[in-house]
């Protein structure tokens, strides 16, 4: 009683929770006994006590809904029965993101696709007896696509180990790399289907210094020298001394905005990767609904295979690990810092109007 009186004249914080004792299940069941105990003695003759009784449990129940305390409910309900971003962006809207993502860039889309305009030729594979055109994105799942379109070309003969997936970037991939398709007397590559997956920028610089910086074992941790790069500058350390440092995720961002991200594909924006003033894609997947519109993509290869699948085995990408680490590891930088991280991908960003890391839904595309 002492709570929910001082509750009601304000004079708590939104911290503050029911004092210990009673669930709030056993509380509305000891109001209900309570109503039902007073109507019963306070009943007028010729009062009907079953239409009463059930008009005054619907106002109950509503009052104990209504005055439920929010700090019972730190964060939004963001169920899947809930949630209008769950269901996965049209690509005509995507496109249209795109559009608009080239007006920020003073750039426009002239077809034909012109695939020896592309900066990162490299990143981009032709699958011939497929017909088909993937650009990966480095940290958006490119190695599990890579995998998969080399099983449905004939390429690999079976699955890879998830521990294996990092052979598909030696030569068993080489030669479906666009470099080799752009040579003089090679076949073109013009009207294929094209693809490509793309991820939200806020998880996607996480993954990146998870997967290649951080002293976290995972599946890459191959770019060593850049991580004793960035610790030699933004500490002044060196000597063998720096072959057991690691930089931590401060100082990553750090070193991001000083450089203006880096020419290592691995953490640069995603829009220089993907060439969008040369090459407009067929399907534009956001990672985050890799599962659902991965259906979509496989029927226009015609092929039956699927992906690997995740490292993470939560479906829902707003509880995934890399979305909470984001949440987690962002809320602890600086304000400035995170201005200046989003002016550096802001593209990327409104590519698919992608959620910032305190939105409850993130980090999904608001559609």
């Not at 990966?136 to 379109?149: D, H, M, Q, R, Y």
């Amino acid at each position: 009683k002492q709570w929910y009186q001082r509750r009601v004249r304000g004079e708590m914080g939104s911290e503050e929770h029911f004092p210990k004792g009673p669930s709030n299940k056993t509380f509305l069941i000891l109001v209900l006994v309570t109503a039902c105990v007073l109507i019963i003695i306070n009943l007028p003759s010729g009062s009907q006590p079953l239409a009463t009784f059930s008009s005054m449990v619907q106002l109950t129940v509503q009052i104990g809904i209504t005055e439920a305390p929010s700090s019972l409910n730190p964060t939004p309900d963001t169920s899947p029965n809930t949630s209008l971003y769950l269901n996965p962006p049209s690509q005509s809207w995507i496109q249209s993101q795109v559009s608009e993502t080239l007006s920020m860039l003073g750039q426009h889309y002239d077809p034909p696709n012109n695939w020896k305009q592309c900066r990162h030729p490299m990143q981009s594979y032709y699958f011939p007896k497929i017909r088909t055109v993937f650009t990966g994105v480095p940290k958006s799942g490119c190695s599990n696509w890579i995998e998969a379109l080399l099983r449905a070309e004939g390429t690999l003969k079976y699955p890879l180990k998830s521990t294996e997936v990092y052979k598909v970037h030696q030569s068993i991939s080489a030669p479906h790399r666009m470099v080799n398709f752009l040579k003089p007397g090679a076949r073109k590559v013009r009207d294929n289907f094209s693809f490509t997956v793309v991820r939200n920028p806020w998880t996607r610089m996480v993954s990146g210094y998870r997967d290649k910086l951080s002293d976290e074992k995972t599946q890459g941790n191959d770019k060593r020298w850049l991580g004793m790069e960035i610790v030699q500058e933004m500490r002044g350390v060196s000597g063998p001394q720096l072959y057991e440092l690691y930089p931590t995720f401060l100082e990553y961002l750090q070193y991001l905005i000083k450089h203006k991200t880096t020419d290592n594909v691995h953490f640069m924006p995603q829009h220089n990767i993907l060439c969008l003033a040369s090459a407009r894609y067929d399907y534009i997947v956001p990672l985050e609904y890799s599962s659902v519109l991965g259906r979509e993509v496989w029927g226009h290869v015609n092929s039956s295979v699927s992906l690997l699948g995740s490292y993470d085995n939560v479906s829902d990408p707003r509880k995934q690990t890399s979305a909470q680490r984001a949440r987690e590891w962002f809320s602890t930088i600086d304000k400035q810092i995170i201005d200046k991280l989003y002016e550096l991908y802001k593209e990327d960003f409104v590519m698919l109007n992608y959620s910032n890391f305190t939105d409850p839904n993130f980090p999904l595309p608001l559609h």
